[in-house]
């Protein structure tokens, strides 16, 4: 089976801090892409990165970050300069093309952002 | 563009009625995808269409549900009857060409069913 897990159900930081978040998935597939979405209470999905597999280079988009381990099958998320509109679940999923186009997700983890 | 299009955002229904949920996807993408989203299963996906056709319908729960997409512009996903295990967010989402490419999602529509 392919599965993703976020092992943090709730995570909580200081504005301006930085948090990690965690992901780790099972495939035996090679390629493979990775993200991380966003849910706002609006409920909205919101993409905020993305990692193709083939790709040793971390993948950037201006506070977010991603530290992807291939050979220990992680994907965590880092976000610097934490603002409170960064309140939100995040999703970690991933998508194999040779079993189909649909994104497997994790079970989420719950930031709150203080003040 | 507008984005993907979800209608309507909410649904309240009572057991045993018929359900219709609808989506416009993003203009040019050819891939469309319906997900749910529950506290006990997360989310996952129902069924996909590659140029209208359904790819992979292996997640429709059972017989009550039914997906179509008559052509590139609207997909709707049917339940019928519905009963309340079928509360949930239906999320449809859209992407373009390979499909390896970022799905783009709606709003979706919260579905209550009494």
């Known amino acids: 089976a392919q599965t993703v897990t976020q092992s943090q159900p709730e995570m909580s930081v200081q504005e301006a801090e930085t948090v990690t978040l965690s992901c780790t998935y099972d495939?035996?597939?090679?390629?493979?892409?990775l993200f991380w979405y966003k849910q706002p209470p609006s409920r909205q999905m919101i993409l905020v990165i993305r990692q193709e597999a083939y790709k040793q280079q971390n993948a950037t988009e201006n506070r977010f970050s991603v530290n992807f381990q291939k050979a220990a099958k992680s994907f965590s998320l880092k976000i610097s300069d934490s603002q409170l509109g960064d309140t939100a679940m995040y999703f970690c999923a991933f998508m194999i093309p040779s079993s189909g186009y649909a994104l497997n997700f994790g079970k989420g983890t719950s930031l709150l952002v203080t003040p | 563009d507008a984005g993907v299009i979800q209608s309507p955002r909410h649904e309240v229904t009572e057991m045993g009625q018929e359900v219709t949920l609808r989506c416009k996807p993003i203009s040019g993408h050819d891939y469309l995808f319906w997900y749910r989203q529950t506290m006990m299963r997360g989310l996952e996906l129902l069924i996909y269409f590659n140029n209208n056709v359904p790819i992979d319908d292996s997640g429709m729960p059972e017989d009550r549900f039914s997906a179509k997409m008559p052509n590139a512009s609207f997909s709707t996903l049917k339940i019928q009857p519905s009963e309340p295990r079928d509360s949930a967010v239906y999320f449809c989402a859209s992407s373009f060409r390979t499909g390896a490419t970022v799905q783009f999602f709606g709003p979706g529509t919260r579905l209550t069913v009494l």
């Open positions: 495939t035996s597939e090679n390629n493979y892409y």
